[in-house]
């Protein structure tokens, strides 16, 4: 039996459904976010996906690191500078504080990494297999260690930058990335204490019968 719109609005009205939804559907995927999607809703699916999404972010990870190090050249270059006469010393100050805006960049990337890895491990707490629940726990624990160290090394740097703009648009990282990454690994730790406490309470009920 079909319906229309005029026929059933009190059910379902189908055109407050975009049908150019493809960006969003892929962005929800991306993210590891699949439920309601049709056909990738399931738990398997789910795992599939994130299992693909954390593959690719393992890769950036790796190669922010070598890029980190080679950030850090830049930082020994300009240590490296002449500093005797009036010029020498002004180009190397120029030289600083363009190095540590090139420091910044590397531990923003990771931090913002760090975040989609916190989304990823909470789109599959419940759903992965529970006497492995523990791992998303220390998962999150390891990546708020991560998105907590990059965003020192982002406050070490801004801290002797005097280009004001660069600085406070910095700054927003912690109103921004921070604080969701902080809010999320904390989600996910307290429902992985949860999950912990309730297999405590099964074990115990099998064991009084």
């Known amino acids: 039996m079909a319906f229309n719109n005029e026929e059933m609005p009190f059910f379902l009205n189908l055109k407050i459904f975009p049908l150019n939804s493809n960006k969003d559907t892929k962005k929800l995927i991306q993210e590891g976010n699949t439920d309601g999607i049709f056909q990738l809703d399931s738990s398997g699916m789910t795992k599939c996906v994130v299992k693909i ?11 922010l690191m070598d890029e980190d190090t080679k950030t ?3 930082m020994e270059d300009v240590f490296s500078m002449p500093k005797d006469t009036d010029e020498q010393k002004a180009a190397r100050r120029e030289a600083m504080q363009n190095a540590m805006k090139v420091c910044c960049a590397t531990p923003k990337k990771i ?18 297999n529970q006497s492995a629940a ?21 406050l070490i740097n801004i801290g002797g930058i005097k280009d004001e703009a660069f600085v406070a648009e910095h700054r927003k990282l912690e109103d921004t990335i921070l604080k969701e990454a902080l809010e999320t690994a904390n989600a996910v730790i307290a429902m992985d204490e949860d999950e912990a406490t309730q297999d405590d309470i099964d074990t115990a009920a099998i064991e009084l019968e």
């Open 72 to 74: 850090f050249k830049v």
């Open 53 to 63: 999404k954390c593959e690719k972010l393992k890769d950036e990870f790796l190669n």
């Open 134 to 154: 523990s791992d998303l726990g220390v998962s999150a624990l390891n990546l708020r260690t991560c998105v907590c160290g990059a965003w020192l090394n982002v």
């Open 111 to 128: 931090m913002e990494n760090a975040l989609e890895a916190l989304r990823a491990t909470y789109s599959i707490v419940g759903k992965s």
